[in-house]
């Protein structure tokens, strides 16, 4: 299984980014996908989750309204839409699988992806 994520880099605040995740190996529609993110010198923290067939997505509360999950599943892909972004959203953001869009810590998650850098100047 591989999770291969991208669509990082350096971005001025206010900006916006498209983050894609492309899977292999696995049946992508059996799976709930997940975005985590790892600031600087933090934890790896949840960001948002999307059900199988992408009707129910989930937030966490400090990216709510300017986050957008979704999913492709003919395209075997995930995709976090990034907006009006700010300094604070600088992090590693890494795609995963899941078995429930209950779940927002790491460990309640299988495969994760590599990273993909997001940096937002100020």
């Known amino acids: 299984v591989q999770l291969q994520a991208s669509g990082g880099g350096l971005v001025q605040a206010g900006g916006s980014l498209r983050l894609s995740c492309a899977a292999f190996?696995?049946?992508?529609?059996?799976?709930?996908m997940g975005w985590f993110r790892r600031p600087p010198g933090k934890e790896r923290e949840f960001v948002a989750v999307?059900?199988?067939?992408?009707?129910?997505?989930y937030y966490a509360d400090s990216v709510k309204g300017r986050f957008t999950i979704s999913r492709d599943n003919a395209k075997n892909t995930v995709y976090l839409e990034l907006n009006s972004l700010k300094p604070e959203d600088t992090a590693v953001y890494y795609c995963?699988?899941?078995?429930?869009?209950?779940?927002?810590?790491?460990?309640?998650?299988?495969?994760w992806g590599q990273g993909t850098q997001v940096t937002v100047s100020s």
């Open positions: 995963t699988t899941g078995r429930s869009t209950y779940y927002r810590r790491e460990y309640d998650y299988g495969y």
């Open positions: 190996g696995l049946t992508f529609s059996a799976y709930v």
């Open positions: 999307i059900s199988r067939n992408g009707d129910s997505t």
